[in-house]
């Protein structure tokens, strides 16, 4: 009689803490680097951002790592292994180099991860132009969300494992929806931002007219 595999392990224990210690390094980057006066969406912002970019270059440039030039996660050793062969016992995929999440892997690392210390030096600078690359940046966080799952929930989720409460709720649920919410409220942001400015213009261009 074959036994439930554990709930939660070892290796979840420090890949979590390792997540907590990626963000509690991106809220103290942000403490020393944004100015006194920032205003609380501005924390928020550069804490996400911090913690994204962290989490782009390390956790998921490791992935690409081990899933590249004939290599895959399954049959690799390492800590960083270690905590991706965990992530695949809840979605298959990422243990043996699916060709399409490692292409969205390459877009996320190398041009998400870089926009986010991008617009983290515009906001240490209060350069309002971090507004339109934070639009851009959140449509590729959501987009590589839709296509890394909905190639799955067409075909009936065979690679997804959702028997096992941490691995579907936490691994498979909660570390992707936060990509899917927090992108979303910070185009609202953003928007409302680039609008306003727009058409604060639009009126002083309007008024010299007259």
């Not at 944004?34 to 970019?53: E, I, N």
């Not at 983290?120 to 309002?128: A, C, E, F, S």
Request: hydrophobic residues 50%; neutral net charge; glycine residues 8%.
């Amino acid at each position: 009689m074959s036994t439930a595999p554990p709930i939660f392990t070892a290796t979840s224990a420090y890949s979590l803490a390792f997540v907590a210690g990626v963000g509690l390094t991106a809220y103290v980057a942000a403490k020393v680097l944004l100015p006194k006066d920032a205003s609380w969406q501005d924390r928020f912002t550069f804490v996400w951002l911090a913690f994204d970019g962290i989490i782009h270059y390390t956790l998921e440039g490791s992935f690409l790592y081990y899933s590249m030039f004939g290599r895959q996660v399954n049959t690799s050793s390492g800590p960083m292994a270690q905590m991706w062969k965990e992530y695949a016992a809840a979605d298959f995929r990422w243990g043996v180099s699916d060709p399409t999440v490692v292409s969205l892997e390459l877009l996320t690392v190398f041009g998400v991860g870089t926009m986010c210390f991008y617009v983290l030096k515009q906001l240490v600078q209060g350069d309002p132009a971090r507004h339109y690359w934070i639009i851009v940046l959140s449509t590729s966080e959501i987009y590589g969300g839709w296509m890394t799952f909905c190639p799955e929930w067409l075909t009936g989720s065979p690679n997804l494992e959702t028997g096992n409460f941490l691995y579907l709720w936490v691994y498979l649920f909660f570390m992707n929806v936060i990509w899917v919410v927090i992108p979303l409220w910070l185009m609202y942001e953003s928007y409302g931002h680039i609008t306003k400015s727009l058409r604060f213009a639009q009126t002083v261009a309007k008024a010299k007219k007259n």
